[in-house]
């Protein structure tokens, strides 16, 4: 293995032209952990945050940024079962990701499945990690029930979709053009709603209210959410590309036993972490397999223009997941 490495760092926050290429020591596995060769990076959210500076890595992550790949298995370190050198597979990663080798806890690597390409893969683990736990595991979803995702096109709306149809869910989802709303319907939404032209309260309260809300956009989304639930509905929210604080009149979450929940992936410990994986490797990597989900592919970039990739992000113009192509 060179001593030395590609990657793309953050020279400083701003917009997508300060992502620029250098070069860095190729990481060494520590207790639990693997490195991986990067053939493929998942390009998302938060490292456009972590960009503009509004996200900084926890204390002991990689200032790089990235939080999936997938690739080849090539340095263990001590106290690791279950992944062997040279296994191809896909991680959730604590950053560093833009580069050709990342350091990962094993417990987070799951294996590639079957059917699937290491292109395709990188796509699966930071979406597929937060829908679970967020959808599944803290909002409770079962078969049924009737499940909101707003931003359906993204890769975290793509993924709920999918999952909560396959679930048994009854699926609505928004999104911004008719080409987004077709897109989700096509992936199993009962009724996709352009929120430039159709209020998403009415749309969902006339099918009887929302049992579980899945927001990234929060601001003036949160008090509309609460109006769009049925009574006892969840709203979890993971993101806030409207904004974190709002007026909320908690009579209405009393009065209609609501639950207003939501989490982050990034700060969570490497053991929670490690029983998502678990749960997915249960659930859903056999849904994987069998081509009942599948991660939708927007655009791909080369590793040097992460600056292009991010823009392609922040305009919303993509569909589904970018990725940027690492290695060979």
């Known amino acids: 293995m060179s001593q030395m490495m590609r990657a793309v760092e953050i020279t400083s926050p701003g917009g997508p032209d300060v992502l620029q290429l250098t070069e860095r020591p190729v990481p060494e596995p520590g207790h639990g952990q693997v490195v991986i060769k990067v053939a493929w990076a998942g390009v998302n959210r938060p490292d456009a945050l972590q960009r503009a500076g509004l996200y900084a890595p926890p204390p002991t992550a990689s200032d790089l940024p990235g939080l999936e790949a997938s690739g080849d298995v090539v340095a263990i370190g001590d106290g690791v079962s279950g992944v062997q050198l040279g296994d ?19 417990a987070h690597c799951l294996p590639v499945p079957d059917g699937l390409g290491l292109m395709e893969a990188a796509c699966l683990p930071e979406t597929y990690f937060t829908v679970w736990s967020n959808v599944f595991t803290r909002g409770g979803l079962q078969a049924g029930e009737r499940f909101l995702v707003h931003g359906g096109s993204s ?12 679930f048994g869910a009854r699926v609505f989802a928004t999104a911004g053009s008719a080409d987004k709303c077709d897109a989700c319907t096509a992936l199993g939404a009962e009724i996709a709603i352009n929120y430039r032209s159709q209020d998403f309260v009415e749309v969902v309260r006339d099918e009887g209210g929302a049992d ?23 709203l979890v929210q993971i993101a806030f590309l409207g904004g974190p604080k709002v007026e909320v009149n908690f009579a209405t979450l009393m009065t209609r036993r609501l639950t207003m929940t939501g989490s982050t992936l990034r700060p969570q410990s490497d053991l929670a972490k490690a029983r998502i994986a678990q749960d997915l490797r249960e659930a859903v990597w056999p849904l994987l397999e069998a ?15 992460a600056s292009q990739a991010h823009a392609r992000m922040e305009s919303s113009g993509h569909i589904g997941k970018i990725v940027l192509k690492v290695g060979g």
Request: with cysteine; aromatic share 6%; charged share 20%.
């Open 88 to 106: 191809q597979v896909c991680a959730l990663l604590p950053g560093g990701g833009y580069a050709e080798y990342v350091a990962t806890p094993a």
């Open 155 to 166: 890769g975290i709306g793509t993924t709920a979709i999918q999952l909560a149809h396959a």
């Open 291 to 305: 081509g009942k989900v599948k991660p939708v592919m927007d655009q791909t970039f080369e590793l040097a223009d």
């Open 212 to 234: 579980l809300i899945l927001d990234m956009v929060g601001g003036e989304y949160i008090p509309r959410n609460l109006k769009a639930l049925a009574d006892d509905g969840r």
